[in-house]
């Protein structure tokens, strides 16, 4: 039911609309993202469209879909974009409000972890109690390290894969 369909040229539209809808989401807890609102009503669709710019063996943009439909994006960091003695790093993973909670999110990093074992690293909002939550969950079998990364930021580092 969930699957990941990497980004391609054409898709920019549907990639900076859904990075769009996340940044919206993040804004509850990072009001300073406001100002980077562009006229189009885009919060900085400069950062989807810079993911999607990448080298693909430095970051893989990723389409998180359900049912067949677009629901949400994956955004996997390859070295040097990652805390050192990592392998990879989730830069973002975002799931549409409206179909949380129905284990979308997990299956998706499960198949990022399929494809890519090794060791990650994760940065979380401290006061995004809701991610924090999934990513307590999703790490809880290879958790190596989860600490304050910075005044804002809680470091997930976990392995994860075969």
């Known amino acids: 039911m ?4 990497k980004t391609k040229a054409g898709d ?11 940044h919206y989401d993040l804004a ?6 406001y100002p980077s609102v562009d006229e189009d009503g ?7 469209l810079d993911y999607l710019n990448m080298p ?7 389409f998180i879909r359900y049912m067949g439909k677009i629901a949400g994006l994956a955004v996997l960091a390859f070295p ?10 989730i830069q973002e ?6 179909l949380r909670g129905k284990g979308i999110a997990r299956e998706a990093c499960e198949i990022i972890f399929g494809e890519f ?14 991610a924090l939550a999934f990513w307590d969950k999703v790490t809880a079998k290879g958790l190596i390290a989860r600490g304050k990364h910075d005044d804002a930021l809680v470091a997930y580092e976990f392995a994860a894969g075969k």
């Open 117 to 130: 074992p090794g060791r990650y690293c994760a940065m979380v909002l401290e006061n995004n109690i809701e």
């Open 93 to 98: 993973l975002f799931v549409l409000r409206t």
């Open 42 to 48: 885009y919060y900085d669709r400069n950062a989807a």
């Open 56 to 62: 693909p063996e430095k970051v893989q943009t990723s």
């Open 80 to 89: 040097p974009f990652v805390k050192p003695g990592c392998d990879y790093c």
């Open 12 to 22: 920019e539209l549907a990639f900076a609309n859904m990075f769009n809808l996340y």
């Open 2 to 5: 969930v699957e990941l369909q």
């Open 28 to 33: 509850k807890f990072l009001p300073e993202l």
